[in-house]
């Protein structure tokens, strides 16, 4: 499996009855394509999110994303890097 990034826009801010009817509208699409959420960070200003999900590749995500009609800006596949090459 993949780590895959969605940035989103939201304006208006984001509120917890929109995040609930997306996060409702993409399970059946998640599920389908065997994508896996492991968590989301949203910006202070509720304006912006980053999703991080597992899943096959990008093309997977994106055409979930687009079958449950959940808006998205931009959607990559990422490589995870936890350490940093020099002491800090």
């Not at 993409?26 to 202070?44: D, G, H, M």
């Not at 899943?55 to 936890?82: F, H, K």
Request: net charge negative.
């Amino acid at each position: 499996m993949a780590l895959v990034v969605v940035e989103a826009s939201y304006d208006p801010p984001i509120d917890q009855a929109l995040w609930d009817k997306l996060a409702e509208q993409s399970l059946p699409c998640f599920s389908e394509r065997n994508i896996t959420w492991r968590r989301t960070y949203l910006s202070r200003d509720r304006k912006r999110t980053v999703c991080h999900l597992e899943a096959a590749d990008a093309d997977t995500v994106r055409a979930a994303y687009q079958r449950g009609n959940i808006p998205y800006d931009n959607i990559w596949s990422a490589d995870l890097v936890d350490t940093l090459p020099i002491n800090v």
